[in-house]
């Protein structure tokens, strides 16, 4: 689509403009899959928690204390047998330590609730009663529907970036140097301001709970972008210039 004086050269440019062009999509391709994995797995091990629990018998006691949080000097051994699940279950997913690398209390706090995570302490002295068992089931099913709703937020990610990504491989099949010719190259602008739009649109609608910048901000924040596809069309854009 250019002239150029030693097509060498520009097959060297173009490959090189394709790489640089397409690794912050590649990138992000590969960290919205890790984050689905991740997931994927969390989720599971939740799932199994639950059953877990759901197994273990509570303990009956009468109390004049608040119903949730009745105490004994013994504690309970139902509760030993819920660490043991949560150990067996959330703490054993493969990238546990590297993603959270913390003991379990301090999981059990963050995930289920600060209360659960005391109750769980076995100097807490609680008493795994129908009560306590009964929020802990709650708040594990809260984390089940929680990365389930990012597993599909992310599976939307996984698709538009595919979409939008192939749409820069045709632009960039177009080119044979770093410069177009005046006639296309407002059919070119417009093409890559179509992708943009479409990047926009799946920011503002496709991403449920999320603003679209905090989610990028979540699966990206490592990087030195949080926008890999405005990134991509940027560095496009600031590669080839019309031959007038």
């Given amino acids: 689509m250019a002239a150029v004086s030693d097509p060498d050269d520009s097959l060297l440019f173009v ?15 590969s960290l919205a899959a890790r984050e689905h ?13 639950r059953e877990r629990v ?21 504690g309970s051994t139902a509760c030993a047998d819920v660490r043991t699940a949560y150990r067996e279950t959330v703490v054993a997913v493969d990238h546990y330590d590297e993603v959270y690398d913390e003991p379990l209390l301090q999981n059990v706090t963050a995930e289920l609730s600060p209360d ?9 002295g609680v008493q795994f009663s129908p009560q306590v068992k009964r929020l802990v089931l709650a708040s594990v099913e809260d984390c089940v529907e929680r990365r389930t ?4 937020v992310v599976e939307r990610e996984l698709d538009a970036l595919a979409d939008q ?3 820069l491989i045709d632009l960039l099949d177009e080119l ?3 410069t177009i010719p005046e006639w ?11 992708v943009m739009s479409a990047r926009q649109r799946h920011l503002q609608h496709g991403l449920q709970q999320f603003e679209g910048t905090e989610f990028c901000s979540y699966l990206y924040g490592d990087e030195g972008w949080t926008h890999p596809v405005l990134t991509a069309v940027a560095r496009l854009r600031e590669a080839v210039v019309t031959d007038e």
């Fill in 15 to 29: 490959d090189s403009l394709r790489e640089y062009v397409l690794e912050p999509l590649i990138a992000a391709e």
């Fill in 37 to 49: 994995t991740e997931l994927t797995a969390e989720r599971d091990a939740f799932e199994a928690l």
């Fill in 54 to 74: 759901e197994a273990i018998e509570p303990v009956q006691t009468v109390t004049t204390q608040s119903p949730s949080w009745s105490t004994s000097s013994s």
């Fill in 116 to 124: 659960i995570g005391g109750a769980l302490d076995p100097g807490s």
């Fill in 149 to 152: 709703a990012l597993c599909e």
């Fill in 165 to 167: 990504k192939r749409a």
């Fill in 176 to 178: 044979d140097g770093c």
């Fill in 184 to 194: 296309y190259g407002e059919s070119f602008d417009e093409e890559l301001t179509a």
